[in-house]
């Protein structure tokens, strides 16, 4: 039904009309989507400041996941290094056992060097299992200033140590074995030292991190988020001055006045 209200008092009920169905729509839709930039034209520059916090977000989260990925990784290497560095130990006690000549049938240095060889095997199975680089392999570790029974320097490893090699524990060099396996200790326990460093250097960037992503949600959320304590009484209003505006344009022209007064 076309209504064509008398002017002056039926244009403005008519634009009260359209602002109140305007406001109306944009409360539903608000409270729809639970959005408030339903479109850009609501807040153009809130739009630009949503978008460019949007992308420093996506950037924090990628950031954290890194960070996250890298420490699981070191806590993995931190794990397998402990292990190792509890079988040096347990080698270490090994050669210090062999080394005592006046004691020690041949049948106990030959089950020592059982043992040791089980150690070294177990040191390469870790790294193995683990994905450890080469230098956790008993092929690396020891070989870096390991003394000889001259007290030289020597590039002889822990694979040394097992049966057959130069610093096995039955007829071996007793004495580079034990530098060999000292200097393996220092070399796991600089790198556990250096991988704990790390770890919490990492853990500290994430909280830093994940502090900043919450102030930045918190600034989108009240840009872009609708406030629904503000839209629902917002739409109850333009409703009602819908009501108003629709009776106006239909009212008589005694109670036009009155109507008006309502309306201003």
Known sequence: MNIAPAAPFGLFAQRSLSRAQEGINQSLERLATGQRLTRASVDPAAVIAVSR???????????????????????????????????????????VRAANTGAMSDA?????????DSIVQGIDHVANITGLDSSYTSASLGSSGGLSAESEPSNASLADIAS????????????????AIRNAIRAVSTRRGEIGLQIREHDSLVRSLTTEFESLSGAISKLADADFAKETPALARGQVLAQASIFAILASDDSRARVLDLLA
């Open 108 to 116: 106990e240095r030959k089950a020592l060097q059982i043992e040791a």
């Open 53 to 95: 916090m949007q992308a420093d977000v996506a950037a924090n989260l990628k950031q954290i996941e890194a960070l996250e990925r890298e420490s699981s990784r070191m806590a993995i290497e931190e794990g397998a290094a402990g292990s190792v560095s509890d079988m040096l130990v347990d080698l270490e006690g090994l050669a």
């Open 164 to 179: 057959g090699g130069s610093l096995n524990l039955v007829d071996g060099d007793i004495k580079a074995a034990q530098g």
